[in-house]
């Protein structure tokens, strides 16, 4: 079930209800940018949302893969976009899980950035989410786009990136044009990345570099089934999910010491794995961020309703992942 922030959580985030007021109505005056020390480039993979059995938000494990991320030096980590099933949370779990996350990267390496979006173009929200992201030491916020025209998403993102110091995330999906995230770029100080995955990216990268000076970060998202052509086309930030972050963030690594070749066969690597059975399914289990009885909630709008679970993995499917991994990973897993 999908929840959305309620007007006593976010007075309660801001402080007063006069502020939660003022908030809804005005906008801000433009903050000095924060630029921070951590660069925006390399592996920021989506951080999946794992439950108890119960169907409870699993902290320990949610900072299990921040704590990952940094023993793996893997530059980035961005929760809770729609990967990790966001509008299936309540502000609540949102909150925590937020916490737990900044607290297990305290004093790392690991960027981390923290989603900010919410349903029914919630604006109050919204803010509460990034001021809470603020306050507790994220180093940057990302926000999906609310349903609107160009007008009310360039008003949307331009109150975002003034809600807090921090430097923006623009995730472009559906009608995002390469037009507006000019126009953002130019009226939005804070703004640092598109994760664009708006019509076909590919087509767009050229352009939206050309328009904004090089000086606009643009990830992938997507999977990253792309990332050769994506790597040759100048985008420098890759948005996977968690389990072989490390494994693709060598193959930037690669493609940046000019060793594309090697580059080339390290993600390979990653599409051969992921063409045997059951492996997405077992990794971060095997991998030991997950535990043996995490669970996920189904995502609104995300296939099939009626479809039944997976059915779980017998002891032989996952010793097959197990020797999988030790066969043809082993040497290129850092964490």
Known sequence: MAYEVNRRTVLKSLGSVAAGIALSRVGFAAPAVNLGT????????????????????????????????NRASVPGFIW????????????NERFAGAEAILSAGKGGKTALVIGVQTENNDM????????????????????????????????????????????LFVQAIDN????LLVQMYHAIPTMRVVK????DPLARVSEIRKRTDDKINVFAGKGVRLMIEEMQLGFTGFCPTVGLADVF?????????????????????????????????????ARGIFKENTRSRRMPGMGDPNRKPDPPLT???KKAVLKAIDTYLKPYLRG
């Open 38 to 69: 951590k660069p925006f480039r390399g592996l920021f993979p989506i951080g999946s949302t794992p439950f108890t059995p119960d169907d409870k938000l699993d902290l320990d494990c949610l900072a299990n893969e921040v704590k990952f991320c």
């Open 80 to 91: 809770p976009q729609i990967a990790s099933g966001w509008s299936t949370m309540s502000a």
């Open 124 to 167: 109050p929200g919204a803010i509460a989410f990034a001021k809470h992201a603020a306050k507790n030491g994220a180093d940057a916020i990302c926000s999906l786009p609310p349903k609107g025209d160009e007008a009310a998403l360039l008003s949307y993102y331009k109150t975002i990136g003034n809600a807090t110091d921090l430097p």
């Open 176 to 179: 995002v044009s390469v037009d």
């Open 196 to 199: 664009d995955e708006a019509g």
């Open 249 to 285: 963030q060598q193959a930037w690594e690669l493609y940046e010491a000019g060793k594309p070749r090697e580059s080339f066969d390290m993600f390979g690597r990653i599409l051969a794995f992921d063409s045997i059975s059951h492996a997405e399914q077992y990794l971060m289990v």
């Open 315 to 317: 002891e032989g499917e």
